[in-house]
Nanobody, 125 residues
């Protein structure tokens, strides 16, 4: 059974930094592209960042470029999302998700297969 567990969210002030983690189990982690998505109140789930199986390729939503960094440690079966210069509009539940690497990259939620439960990030201004 595939399990993804996000952690690291919390309440921070605008301009602060935070690092989210997603621990995966029940899969061969290195065979998957990993993505981070977020969903704010009243909004659809949106793509934040993606990383290929090895970590050699990353891609980001325009709204977070230059502020967020996605990385992975395959030995630890974990993907990370570093966030800096946080803004109130970054407030959302953040989710990690998997996509088989042979299918290539995607920034669409419905093209990912397994999801974690999410971790809340709240940025106060």
């Amino acid at each position: 059974q595939v399990q993804l567990v996000e952690s690291g969210g919390g309440l921070v002030q605008a301009g602060d930094s935070l690092r989210l983690s997603c621990a995966a189990s029940g899969l061969i982690f290195s065979t998957y592209t990993m993505g981070w998505f977020r969903q704010a109140p009243g909004k659809e789930r949106e793509f934040v960042a993606g990383i290929n199986w090895s970590g050699s390729s990353t891609y980001y939503a325009d709204s977070v470029k230059g502020r967020f960094t996605i990385s992975r440690d395959n030995a630890k079966n974990t993907v990370y999302l570093g966030m800096s210069s946080l803004k109130s509009e970054d407030t959302a539940v953040y989710y990690c998700a998997t996509r088989p690497r042979y299918k290539g990259p995607s920034d669409y939620p419905n093209e990912y297969d397994s999801w974690g439960q999410g971790t809340q990030v709240t940025v106060s201004s």
